[in-house]
């Protein structure tokens, strides 16, 4: 299972650095969006929101809804520590 969420975050990883170069002016919103519904929110509310303008075809969405189970399995107080992670790195980078 661990290793199986891995390959996973790699996958989703490579789209998230596509994303990045297709729209550099609104990556720095998209991304911590898309991390922070991946960690607290529904995969309808990851569609209905951050990724809502890019077409993302069946691979990517089923790396995400894997990406998600994995998420979901981790220990409370793990999928705590990582939104207290993008919180930090989010808080960085709006007051560079």
Do not use: W
């Amino acid at each position: 299972n661990v290793i199986h969420c891995e390959m996973v975050l790699v996958e989703v990883t490579a789209y998230l650095i596509l994303l990045r170069s297709l729209s550099a002016g609104s990556s720095h919103e998209v991304v911590p969006s898309l991390l922070q519904t991946l960690l607290e929110g529904s995969m309808e509310q990851l569609y209905a929101g951050p990724i809502s303008r890019y077409n993302v075809d069946e691979m990517t969405s089923a790396a995400l809804a894997e990406l998600k189970k994995c998420i979901d399995e981790l220990p409370p107080e793990h999928l705590k520590a990582l939104v207290n992670l993008l919180v930090i790195n989010s808080f960085y980078h709006s007051h560079k």
